[in-house]
């Protein structure tokens, strides 16, 4: 199980606690609020999981899924984002409107924000053991 994760979310205060709390529960976890380096470092590391905020200045998350995709990458990605675009945290097929797109069909997982961290670990265990 690679247990390497990186977050790319320009909310500066979730990415220090949400890293932090990956740290606790034995991640190696990597934040980066802007999303133009975060894009970098995932374009050129390997890492099990990406955490993707869709809505960020300069590089938004769906240009990130887009890279991630073209480039084949296998890293498993979980959206969280602040948008209420799903209805709960049954992911992408709790669609409710006609933002659906190939880059965000790429994802694994989709929790809207706030979301339980216990639930987000949970996912996070799941998909990388799978």
Not at 3 to 31: N, T, V, Y
Not at 58 to 87: C, H, Y
Not at 103 to 112: S, V
């Amino acid at each position: 199980m690679n247990k390497k994760i990186i977050l790319i979310d320009d909310d500066e205060l979730l990415c220090r606690e949400l890293s932090q709390l990956l740290k606790e529960e034995g991640f190696e976890a990597e934040a980066y609020s802007n999303s133009e380096l975060g894009l970098n470092k995932l374009l050129k590391n390997n890492y099990g999981l990406l955490l993707l905020d869709l809505k960020m200045p300069k590089i938004g998350g769906r240009e990130i899924l887009k890279a991630a995709k073209e480039r084949g990458l296998k890293t498993k990605i979980i959206i969280i984002t602040g948008n209420p675009i799903f209805s709960s945290f049954l992911g992408k097929q709790a669609l409710n409107d006609s933002t659906d797109s190939d880059e965000l069909g790429f994802a694994d997982f989709i929790f809207n924000k706030p979301f339980d961290p216990e639930l987000l670990l949970a996912k996070i265990n799941e998909l990388l053991a799978g």
